[in-house]
């Protein structure tokens, strides 16, 4: 083969390794029975297209080439180690006798993999990280500096998973209807998960990791394309509104600016509209939870001209709605600084103070920098002090400690 | 596969519920274990006496220690135990959420190791 051939294919093999690797590794996991003897398999079967296919002669099917050469490979392999150790023998056996493999199975298995990594037995830091590697294909060291910790740690946190998953024999299969709901809600909460470290990141330098966000999303994309239902579009529709907002949150020095400070006209319509769209696909199920509820407050927002211009009352109508599917002080905390909108900031600082006297969020930062906003607006400069000092006594991101510091400065 | 569903919650709460409760209670697991014998999922069960009933005992330097109560002190107990076999832990997590110890206390559903020589035989 020529250079310039040789070229061209190497450019084919990473194009379907792009589109199609996790698809591929998705059915050896199902066809091997273990993870890392299909991670070996889909290594292989590509290191084999990159020998063996040629200009004009790509299989008309990569995917399935890959597949049936990884199962090749893989038994080959397990052969060679059957010299040595019989009980791999009988595993090489069965996987001779296996049937070709259905079209439908095979867009199932990806749902398989994505509910085998968001498995509940399996501890959350664990759900992301393996969730991130073997549906979303990052690296090792990407997961770790994606949440500021290193390889070895993200590396230990995968290898305990999968060891889990065989010992325990975690099935490699969908849930059935009766778990669903409660699988799903793993799964999406998984997917949340990563998109709220990629949105507000919980500690470090900036305020954001897109890259991360960018993942949870193509997360939500797959998921809503493989399982349509409605709290899947809803968290995919909340998504993608937050994002839309990414590029307004931040100022040119990388401080944090609030949502009634923002510069609209930064706002992704594109994504915006994506997102409302979604919102409505779900609310028209009647089958919807707390992800649409909270998409369709990001959709008000997204569609309103200014802070003043927004149908507070509508907002705090969602909120309330939300408090009933989701009763957290969190909610809680966020329906009363809605509230302060509409009817003023004592009527929203009166609902702040019975949620910190209840005891729930003393711990909260968000909870004491909005407490100190209201105290601020009602001229209260002693209390709005006191206020900004715990919240920056309580939050460790560089950029919203500037904010606060920023905050403190103006009333001091 | 075998999985080991072990029954934790607070022992001295049992003493303090009515008597309708407890015969119900009891009652409740007569059925469950009648329809996981039915269902071929049943393998072995027990109920266990309250820990002040237990003895620890460990070998140091091969002297033998011997000391009253259990292993650890814990704000839930060991109970009892069903040993269950199950396709896979789906299917045990399935088993064990209706266990009716699950709705006071919590259950541990341990996957039970095998022996080499198990192994080759599957």
Redesign the interface.
């Known amino acids: 083969m020529t250079n310039e051939g040789g070229d061209r294919i190497r450019a084919v093999v990473e194009e379907v390794y792009r589109t199609d690797s996790r698809r591929v590794l998705a059915t050896l996991i199902r066809l091997l029975g273990d993870f890392d003897l299909a991670e070996e398999a889909l290594h292989d079967a590509f290191a084999a297209a990159l020998e063996q296919w040629s200009p004009g002669q790509v299989p008309s099917n990569p995917r399935a080439w890959l597949v049936s050469t990884g199962r090749f490979k893989a038994i080959d392999s397990l052969r060679r180690r059957a010299r040595f150790d019989r009980s791999q023998a009988e595993l090489v056996a069965q996987l001779d006798h296996q049937p070709a493999v259905p079209e439908e199975e095979v867009s199932d298995d990806q749902l398989r993999l994505i509910f085998t990594c968001c498995h509940p037995a399996l501890p959350p830091d664990a759900q992301m990280a393996l969730t991130l590697r073997e549906v979303c294909g990052l690296t090792t060291e990407e997961i770790a500096s994606a949440f500021l910790t290193g390889p070895p740690t993200v590396a230990q946190r995968i290898v305990r998973a999968k060891a889990k998953i065989r010992d325990a024999k975690i099935p490699y299969q969908l849930p059935s209807v009766a778990e669903l709901p409660a699988r799903l809600d793993t799964v999406l909460h998984v997917i949340y998960l990563v998109f709220n470290e990629g949105y507000s990141a919980s500690a470090g330098v900036t305020v954001t990791r897109a890259d991360l966000s960018g993942e949870a999303i193509r997360l939500g994309r797959l998921l809503a394309e493989l399982l349509p239902e409605p709290e899947v579009i809803g968290l995919l529709a909340l998504m993608l509104l937050h994002e839309s907002r990414r590029a307004a949150r931040t100022s040119p020095s990388g401080d944090l600016v609030l949502l009634d400070g923002q510069d609209r006209s930064l706002w992704n319509r594109a994504l915006a509209t994506e997102g409302a769209r979604l919102v409505e696909t779900s609310l028209s199920s009647q089958r919807f939870g707390a992800y649409t509820i909270q998409a369709a407050i990001a959709a008000v927002h997204a569609q309103s001209p200014s802070p003043a211009g927004t149908d507070w009352n509508e907002i705090v109508g969602l909120y309330d709605l939300l408090l009933q599917a989701d009763p957290s002080p969190v909610v809680a905390l966020n329906r009363a600084t809605a509230v302060a909108m509409r009817d003023g900031p004592a009527a929203g600082l009166e609902l702040i103070d019975t949620i910190l006297r209840d005891g729930h969020l003393e711990d909260y930062h968000l909870a004491h920098s909005a407490r100190a906003e209201l105290c601020r607006r009602l001229g209260r400069r002693t209390d709005a002090e006191a206020a900004y000092r715990k919240a920056l006594a309580l939050t460790k991101q560089q950029p919203e400690r500037r904010f606060l510091e920023r905050r403190l400065a103006e009333i001091c | ?1 075998k999985y080991l569903c072990l029954i934790y919650s607070d022992e001295t709460l049992w003493p303090k519920l009515p008597k309708a409760e407890t015969d119900a209670m009891m009652s409740e697991y007569m059925s469950f274990s009648a329809d996981i014998q039915k269902s071929g999922h049943f393998v072995a069960a027990n109920r266990l006496q309250p820990t002040p009933a237990a003895t620890t005992i460990r070998i140091r330097n091969g002297k033998l220690s011997t000391t009253d109560g259990p292993f650890a002190e814990t704000k839930e107990q060991l109970g009892g135990y069903y040993l269950v076999e199950a ?4 299917e045990a ?2 088993i064990a959420a209706r266990i009716p110890g699950a709705r006071i206390g919590s259950i541990e ?1 341990r ?1 039970i ?1 095998l022996t080499p020589a198990a ?2 035989q599957r």
């Open positions: 596969m396709r896979d832990l789906n997590i399935q559903v996957p190791a192994a080759d």
